[in-house]
């Protein structure tokens, strides 16, 4: 259904229909902070398409790997030796200690996955990172979509098919309310959004801050280094906090300000919640993903989620010198990696927006062997090529409909550890898919039903 669904959204084009629309929606991206930087978010003219049945099952194969996350984490929680096999370094070990006062350390995330429509049965779905520290866009997504609802041609697809959108921006006020709930339970709080100024992504704080206070629940945008902390009250610009809704990466907190900031004097005296807690940084780095894989580790999850792994999760592992199984037959990891380089992607430990990743495939030998050698003096993965989603997208080039594939990197959204709920989506040209990067682009993703 879905290729004859994009089928009939691009018949309803041509040069005229494509200037229109994207003249409004261009007016209506700059009108609603829908941009990253001064950077239009969207440069396409169509939304990314799932049937119901594609939906159900990324929300099912999500939801059961965060049953094997929930796994890992309790058991990092008592060995202290795991995670450091993760990578945890000395600063976010004694982050790690702060207890949030609720129990996920990842009341929201965001998985990196690539879905490919399937003529028949199930989608195929792989996994490759997750964002279990401050996954950003819900924001974005939810007002792009809206932008999208009031164009012509997708009033006009609509006569064709049912169209429904997954909003973002409540389930993550509702989640911020419930962690606050679960370890304060005072009311009514004041929301923080934190993170540092003059960040490309301040546009979304401003669509969130609109939106927290459209719900009647106080809020406003500070940084870190406009806040202090009398022993009671966290405050930003002098205003009190009751919830942080942390948009500034720990690691970068951490790097300028150690175990000393008046965020972590007031996490110590359990005076401030804050979303997500420095408890998620062993999940979120890149690492995680070789201990779910690495058959080192198969004991610690169930069944279902061993088969969740295997279908969903690509082969992952530390890169370094080791024997490990691969299709189930031994290989020496090394050496294997050196001759096999067009089957894996070499990523840092922890880094984002692209920065650091080696697609080998895209690499001659000389720059794979290098990489190599630079990996082993850092913590650093070794991910096993997945099949990567592309489709056709129309968009206005130089006065013409231009449609053309592009990559499609489909996140969905996590809140409070169990749930799946609505997605990120990006496309690229290139394989890096990245908008922090500097390419590409978002657009929503709608699910949609033949009228």
Partial sequence: MIEEAIHAYHDLFDDQVAAENFGLLKEKME??????????????????????????KMKEACETL???????????VEAPALRTEVGLTELEEGAFALNPGYR???????LDSFLSHEPEGDPTIHFVEYNAETPAGAGYEDVLSEAFFELPVMKQFQKQYRVTMVPLRRRVLDTLLA?????????PPTIGIVDWEDVPTTNEFEIFNEFFLSQGVDSFITAPERMEYDGKTLRGDGKPIHIIYKRVLGSELLQRYGLEHPILYALRDGNVTMVNPFRCKPLHKKMS??????ERY????????????????????????????????????LPYIADHKDEFVMKPNDEYGGKGVIIGWESSSEEWHAAMQEGLKEPTIIQRKVKIAREDFPSYIDGRLNI??????????????????????????TTLLNVTAGGGSVTPTFIIEKT
């Avoid at 993903?289 to 690495?294: E, K």
């Avoid at 053309?404 to 040209?429: I, Q």
């Fill in 289 to 294: 993903f070789a201990l779910l894989s690495d």
């Fill in 31 to 56: 009108q609603r902070h829908l941009s990253f930087g001064e950077r239009l978010l969207c440069t396409v003219l169509r939304p990314h398409f799932l049937t119901p049945h594609e939906y159900q």
């Fill in 179 to 187: 962690m606050h709930r679960e370890a304060r339970g005072q009311e």
């Fill in 298 to 333: 198969n004991d610690l999850y169930t069944v279902e989620q061993r088969h969740a792994i295997a279908m969903h999760i690509p082969w992952t592992r530390k890169l370094g010198e080791r024997k490990t199984l691969l299709d189930g037959e031994p290989i020496d990891l």
């Fill in 104 to 110: 996920t350390p990842t009341p929201t995330g965001r």
């Fill in 66 to 76: 965060l049953g094997a996350f929930d796994r890992l984490y309790e058991t990092m």
């Fill in 404 to 429: 053309s594939e592009r990559l499609v990197d489909l996140d969905p959204y996590l809140f409070e550890g169990n749930a799946m709920h609505g997605f990120l989506t990006r496309l690229a040209a």
